[in-house]
């Protein structure tokens, strides 16, 4: 059955940097657009960035435009988020989603923790 699977989180310092990769199986990743999104509690769930299932669109919520970058390797079936100049407010977990139309189809990770604080 399709799976996503995060991974990379931790704790970082402000001013830190944090690479996250979420690896993808048993469905055809080349065909789903991925994103990245994050959750803190008792607040809804909020996209971070997207990424076109070709690679070539990608689009960031205004918050992190300039410090974080998604990007996808479909040989791999993985995409990334490379997260820097990391603040307080980005602590969060953060979930990978693949999502697809015609039919519309979407997976979720399992989310994985990134907690920035001296």
């Known amino acids: 059955q399709a799976q996503l699977v995060e991974s990379g989180g931790g704790l970082v310092q402000p001013g830190g940097s944090l690479r996250l990769s979420c690896v993808a199986s048993g469905f055809t990743f080349r065909s789903y657009a991925m994103s990245w999104h994050r959750q803190t509690p008792g607040k809804e769930r909020e996209l971070v960035a997207a990424?076109?299932?070709?690679?070539?669109?990608?689009n960031y919520a205004d918050s992190v435009k300039g410090r974080f970058t998604i990007s996808r390797d479909n040989v791999k079936n993985t995409v990334y988020l490379q997260m820097t100049s990391l603040k307080p407010e980005d602590t969060a977990v953060y979930y990978c989603n693949a999502n697809r139309r015609n039919p519309v189809v979407e997976y979720w990770g399992q989310g994985t923790q990134v907690t920035v604080s001296s």
């Open positions: 990424i076109t299932s070709s690679g070539v669109g990608t």
